[in-house]
């Protein structure tokens, strides 16, 4: 099963915001069933530190989420995201947008290889796209914005993320909000995968968009369910063909991260930290990586 595209969307925020308009509509609670999420108390330092993760696009349905989500916030001064709340806004993802979500030179079917070419060609005819819309649009985007067309049918939203629904409590609530990454080096990220990786994206997110409501929902209900090793499970799955992908988007990360995390740790502000569910899995997991570090952690349930 291809998870590619699923994996990518579950590590980055910032493009789901940039892509899809964030609306002010708040989520609507309308969950009865018992759910447990992905929340980690952290300790061994001078206050506890919650690890949180974090799926960037949900529905409505998801709401209320599930209580350790409620606790971390509730006992916690500051919060941390990928990329800081202030930055979380169509208006800087389009800034960012124009500098590396644009081709300088030439046109996307100058890039393509033929059997992208065609699979996208005929994605575009089947859902009423002009090609001639993607033409200055990097290989990477348009697969990207496949997915997100993909993922918007089955109505997850990035208004309704994780992220979002959090940053959005902070000033009100008297919290102050971090981030690990700035918008542009999420950018900067993305736009620096090789061609050849970047045409198997294109491919892959139109294969995984005729499947995406059930393989969203493998993933969501791991997610909600609290099943750590089901998630690590999907992204070894999802990374096994794309070794380069994993190391820059989740192993790299992970490392920059530890440190800071240790630096939460040792300070005396309760902290809340917020990131995609696939950072917390495997052996280099950060979870995986605080446990060598010395730290206790352990699952917050019902």
Known sequence: MAWLMTFLRAC???????????????????????????VYKVEGGKVPLYVCGSVHLLTKKDYPLPAGYETAYAESRRLVFEIPPAELSAEVAGAVMAKYGVLKEGTLDDLLTDD??????????????????????PPWLVAIMISQQSYEAAGMKAQYGLDLHFSK????DGKVGEGFETAEEQFVMLSGFDLKTQMEMVIQSIDEAKEATKELKLLLDAWRAGDAEGLAKI????????????????????ARWIPKLKAFLADSTPTMVIVGAGHLCGAKGLLALLEKEGFKVSAIKP
């Open 12 to 38: 980055l925020v910032l493009l789901c915001i940039s892509i899809s308009p964030v609306l002010a509509e708040e989520p609507a609670p309308a969950r009865k069933e018992v759910a447990t999420g992905l």
């Open 116 to 137: 992208a070419r065609k699979a996208l060609s005929g994605w575009a005819k089947e859902n009423g796209v002009p090609m001639a819309a993607l033409s200055k649009l």
């Open 169 to 172: 409590r902070l000033e009100k």
């Open 235 to 254: 992204m070894a799955e999802s990374m096994a063909a794309f070794p380069e992908v994993e190391r820059v988007l989740l192993h790299d990360r992970n």
